[in-house]
């Protein structure tokens, strides 16, 4: 890893680093890629428009982090902190990273920085949902740290069959 003007993290190919208001469409892009494969994300359409995008982007008390390749977005991590005084030692991640990207360290590395963003402002609790049929993610995110919380069984019909929203988390 080679950090470059101490922002940008510079991982084989792939530049990581925090989203500006400008990567807005290719967060949608990116976003929408993934959603079209159906498995691993709720919703099948990006609910922000890029204007909607950019001011997500710039509350601070939120993190999203981008992967680039060849100057087009790849992967989006993104950490909402709990908006409430009760919760606000709290975050939840998501990710999501285009498929011909996928399974070559990305993943772990966008998680890795987003625990060190996490520790920097005080968030002592960080949380994520993943389909149970997700089990390549689980396995990820069980090497860095995290552990089941609980699931709601049969929470999602997928392709007609019933799947666990699996409730992760791991204490900083």
Same mark, same amino acid.
């Given at each position: 890893?080679i950090?470059?003007n101490r922002?940008?993290?510079?991982?084989?190919?792939?530049i #990581?680093r &925090?989203?500006e208001?400008?990567?807005?469409?290719g967060?949608? +892009?990116?976003m929408q890629?993934?959603?079209d494969? =159906?498995v691993?994300?709720v919703?099948?359409?990006?609910?922000?428009?890029?204007?909607?995008?950019?001011?997500r982007?710039?509350?601070?008390?939120?993190?999203?982090?981008?992967?680039?390749?060849k100057g087009?977005?790849v992967?989006v991590?993104?950490?909402?902190?709990g908006?409430y005084?009760?919760n606000?030692?709290?975050?939840?991640?998501?990710?999501? #990273?285009? &498929?011909?990207?996928?399974?070559?360290?990305l993943?772990?590395? +966008?998680i890795?920085?987003?625990?060190?963003?996490? =520790?920097?402002?005080?968030i002592?609790k960080?949380?994520l949902?993943v389909?149970?049929?997700?089990?390549?993610?689980?396995?990820l995110?069980?090497?860095l740290?995290?552990?089941?919380?609980?699931?709601?069984?049969?929470?999602?019909?997928i392709d007609?069959?019933?799947?666990?929203?699996?409730?992760m988390?791991q204490?900083l």
């Amino acid at each position: 890893m080679i950090w470059r003007n101490r922002d940008d993290l510079v991982f084989g190919q792939y530049i #990581i680093r &925090k989203a500006e208001p400008r990567d807005a469409k290719g967060i949608i +892009l990116c976003m929408q890629s993934v959603m079209d494969e =159906r498995v691993f994300l709720v919703s099948e359409y990006y609910l922000l428009t890029e204007r909607g995008e950019q001011d997500r982007i710039r509350n601070p008390d939120d993190m999203t982090l981008v992967a680039e390749f060849k100057g087009d977005i790849v992967g989006v991590l993104t950490l909402q902190r709990g908006m409430y005084r009760k919760n606000r030692h709290t975050a939840n991640l998501g990710i999501a #990273i285009v &498929k011909e990207h996928r399974s070559r360290g990305l993943g772990t590395e +966008l998680i890795k920085n987003a625990i060190k963003w996490c =520790r920097d402002v005080g968030i002592k609790k960080l949380n994520l949902e993943v389909f149970s049929t997700n089990t390549n993610a689980i396995r990820l995110y069980q090497k860095l740290g995290f552990q089941e919380e609980g699931r709601r069984v049969n929470q999602f019909t997928i392709d007609g069959n019933y799947v666990d929203d699996v409730f992760m988390t791991q204490f900083l």
